[in-house]
């Protein structure tokens, strides 16, 4: 079955720390990633993306993301967190060319502490 | 360029009664689709298109029909509401194919069924 784990729902850190937030998919044709951020009553907004190439993937707003084949995960991370970056965080996956199918993870609620 | 725009932003049915949520996109894009947002269950899909005049159902298609008479516009009608239908309904839009395409979402509208 296709599906996305996102196995952490509600991370906090402090302002300044790192931050990992952690995808593993499921996907029987060659998954193009995506990580997507919702602050509150908002809709959704591309954080970054990858289909091929390099498995390092920049971001807006500072993220980057890493593909590991391997392990099925697409991990978001950030060197230094804001607290503008407070919001919930998705995973989502989909193929080729069909990015009106998405299958997104449940969502990572991030809070940021002064 | 306004995106993508959602009407209303905010509804409340009785039970049973019938509704039209808007969608409309300025951005000449093929594909279209309509997501639900409930709490801990992520994004799911409820209906896509590829073009105007072709649509297809996606995970959760039950209790909602779609139409798509021209590009730009993809509404969502709920025949008969009903409690489990409260949730917060995103709308997007993509162009077809192409690595560097995306799906872009629109406010979302959130819906409450009594």
């Known amino acids: 079955a296709q599906s996305v784990t996102q196995p952490d729902i509600h991370i906090t850190v402090s302002e300044g720390a790192s931050l990992e937030l952690r995808c593993n998919y499921s996907?029987?044709?060659?998954?193009?990633l995506f990580w997507y951020v919702q602050s509150p009553g908002q809709g959704l907004q591309l954080l970054l993306k990858?289909?091929?190439?390099?498995?390092l993937v920049q971001g807006i707003k500072g993220f980057e993301a890493e593909f590991k084949r391997s392990q099925s995960s697409f991990n978001l991370r950030k060197p230094s967190v804001h607290w503008s970056d407070a919001a919930e965080y998705f995973c989502?996956?989909?193929?080729?060319?069909?990015?009106?199918?998405?299958?997104f993870g449940t969502g990572t609620l991030l809070a940021v502490q002064p | 360029n306004a995106g993508v725009t959602q009407t209303p932003k905010f509804q409340v049915l009785k039970t049973g009664q019938s509704m039209t949520l808007q969608c409309a996109q300025d951005m000449n894009h093929e594909y279209m689709s309509w997501y639900r947002q409930d709490p801990g269950m992520g994004l799911r899909l409820i209906h896509y298109s590829v073009g105007a005049g072709i649509t297809d159902q996606g995970e959760v298609p039950n209790g909602y029909n779609v139409s798509r008479s021209t590009t730009e516009d993809f509404p969502l009608r709920l025949l008969s509401a009903a409690p489990s239908q409260t949730s917060v309904y995103f709308c997007a839009s993509s162009y077809r194919g192409g690595k560097n395409t995306e799906a872009f979402f629109g406010q979302g509208t959130r819906l409450t069924v009594v």
């Open positions: 996907y029987g044709a060659t998954p193009y």
């Open positions: 990858y289909f091929s190439g390099d498995t």
């Open positions: 989502a996956v989909g193929s080729y060319g069909a990015t009106n199918k998405l299958i």
